[in-house]
């Protein structure tokens, strides 16, 4: 049902609107969110369209992913951005309206094929997983046994992969070819990755459980974003902010 200006002022009424910036933890999400993006990239510009709507001011402080998630869960920080749904963190968190969805492809190896119908087939050839400490994985894929590899971050991960330490790493399409362009692009002729994507996974800003106004602030932001979805200014924003990964994929190597 399309929200009423009125219904939105009532629900803005339900908390209290903090004279202190609220604190927003991120990861640097690149090209998502990113301390030193334009707007702080697509998924930053749209929660501040949405805090303008609630007359909330924010600040974002960065930080590694597992450090923002811990610090936001013991409610140091109101609210974690660029975070994917699991069961697990339901405990911990509130769940408002999704920002927008991204796609969730396997990264490997280029001179590498897999074909599988289940995750069970990569465990029968001997496939070595990597992912991130704190991210959330392919729904099943960890109940296979899959042999498992853990770093702090998506670029030593892509150092494994090419160095044949790992095999597999499932990660966000946009981001990883982001990163490959920008930070390893001397790893371009070597890693490529699996089509169709695993999954579309959407991406959050996730309210914390132990913030005061936590439930209050998840409900106005979901209202907050539903309207610039209605109104098709978050799509203006994603157009404007966030490459596609043609786009990408086309960059210039940097010098």
């Known amino acids: 049902m399309k929200a009423t200006a009125i219904g939105f002022g009532l629900l803005l009424a339900s908390y209290v609107i903090w004279a ?14 990113g301390e030193h993006l334009p707007e702080g990239g697509a998924l930053t510009a749209i929660m501040q369209a949405a805090f303008d709507k609630m007359e909330q001011p924010v600040e974002i402080h960065y930080m590694p992913f597992a450090r923002a998630m811990q610090a936001s869960r013991l409610g140091q920080y109101a609210a974690v951005l660029g975070v994917k749904h699991t069961d697990e963190r339901e405990q911990a968190f509130y769940f408002p309206e999704p920002i927008y969805q991204t796609a969730i492809v396997f990264f490997k190896r280029a001179d590498s094929h897999y074909h599988f119908d289940s995750y069970l087939d990569l465990v029968h050839q001997g496939v070595r997983y990597g992912s991130v400490l704190g991210y959330s994985h392919p729904d099943g894929l960890l109940e296979t046994r899959i042999r498992h590899y853990q770093v702090s971050s998506e670029e030593q991960l892509f150092v494994l992969l090419r160095a044949g330490r790992v095999d597999l790493m499932a990660g966000d399409k946009l981001n990883g070819i982001y990163l490959l362009h920008h930070e390893f692009p001397e790893f371009l002729p070597y890693i490529d990755w699996v089509e169709p994507p695993i999954e ?53 190597k940097p010098q």
Not at 20 to 33: F, G, N, V
Not at 203 to 227: D, K, N, T, V
């Open 20 to 33: 202190e910036p609220l604190l927003i933890a991120s990861s640097d999400y690149s090209p998502h969110t």
């Open 200 to 252: 579309q996974q959407p991406l959050y800003l996730l309210f914390s459980r132990q913030h005061p106004q936590g439930e209050a602030l998840s409900q106005a932001f979901s209202e907050a974003i539903m309207q610039l979805k209605e109104s098709g200014e978050l799509a203006q924003i994603k157009q404007r902010l966030l490459p596609d990964a043609r786009s990408l994929q086309s960059a210039p």
